[in-house]
């Protein structure tokens, strides 16, 4: 069953000293945002190319994005950036789908890309109220597998970063998710141990799996309030509004911390 803000959280609460986040499709709604990004720059580019579809462009950018991205070790991590890696997944997918661009109008369009992203992050002021009433309770921080410039920008333009106190960006940085080296950093900048925090996250085996494995307690956010594909139980909401609602529900019958972050 999903719990709703007024059903308990598992493990028993006073436990839980930590509340550890995921970023995309958790605390921000990136695949939305990213879609409705590729969608304009994929017609924009259709406009100057009228020999291909907007829909041709999308669809090769995704296929390709995927497969690169999905095997970042071998075939991104080697071009020594974050820039580097996403202007060679840009220049994969339109020369597969028949467009070729010089390097000024290939990092001109890889920029726009990123820009639209980030400037369709909103303050949520629901949202924000939520952590700052839970900063005043628990330590608060991120596990991400994205890339630290991008990862620190998001929260910042989601009004976010101000309240935890550390972001773990596992990209490019040794082991990613679901590899237990990521929470385990987050744990020891905090000084806690792993059975002592909560982690919140989207995707099952980075997030659930992984957090698991590395002995904190996972929550799953799933939209679509599925079943979880594993046989352990899982804590689970349908959104991260709710998520924060019953989180907030127990922090309000906590103390202060005796030492706010800042």
Sequence with gaps: MT???HQPLVPPM???TTVLFDIDNTLIPTRAIWQHALDAVATRLAGAHPGVSAAVIASTYVSTSDRLWGDYDRALAPLGSHTAARRHVWES??????IVLDERQLAAHVDDFAHRQMRAIRTVPAIVDAFRRLAAVYQLGVVTNGDADQQHAKLEQ???ERYFETVVCALGNGH???HP???HRACEDLAVRPEECLYVGDEWTADIVGARAAGLHPVWITPTGQPPPGSAPTTRFT???SCLAALCD???RRPIRETEPT
Excluded at 93 to 98: D, P, Q, S, V
């Design 181 to 183: 080296a990521p929470f």
């Design 93 to 98: 997918a339109l020369r597969e789908a028949g």
């Design 3 to 5: 719990p709703t803000p």
């Design 250 to 252: 127990h922090a309000a």
């Design 158 to 160: 989601a009004g976010l």
């Design 14 to 16: 006073p436990a839980v």
């Design 176 to 178: 990613r998710k679901p």
């Design 239 to 241: 959104s991260l509004a």
